[in-house]
């Protein structure tokens, strides 16, 4: 997972809600098949946007307080969080255009 970290509850307020940068938090499961389908995706665009956008995991079995903070009834679910807030929310498989239209909207300071 090239530049995807998993994260745990202990670690969320840190790296997720204090980061300087957005973060596209990635709530999955490791029974979910749409989850690891969408690894490749993520992968490109953890590369592609290294230092500008972060993208964190998070399994909802290993951490059910932080899903259950945002209100995760399915996987995947996909929360772009900024300043400490969740700014956009996506749900489902999505395409890799589809991700890079949800990122580029958070690039550079913009929202």
Request: proline residues 0%; hydrophobic residues 45%; without cysteine.
């Given at each position: 997972m090239a530049g995807i970290e998993e994260i745990k509850?202990?670690?969320?307020e840190a790296l997720v809600l204090k980061s300087d940068i957005p973060v596209f938090v990635d709530f999955h499961a490791t029974w979910c098949g749409p989850c690891k389908a969408m690894m490749p995706a993520l992968e490109d665009m953890a590369l592609e946007y290294a230092g500008e956008v972060k993208i964190v995991k998070v399994d909802i079995d290993a951490e059910p307080k932080i899903a259950e903070t945002y209100?995760?009834?399915g996987v995947p679910t996909f929360i772009?969080?900024?300043g400490g807030e969740?700014?956009?929310r996506l749900s489902g498989g999505m395409t890799r255009g589809k991700l890079a239209a949800v990122f580029e909207r958070f690039v550079g300071g913009a929202q």
């Open positions: 509850t202990e670690d969320f209100n995760i009834l772009m969080m900024q969740a700014k956009e």
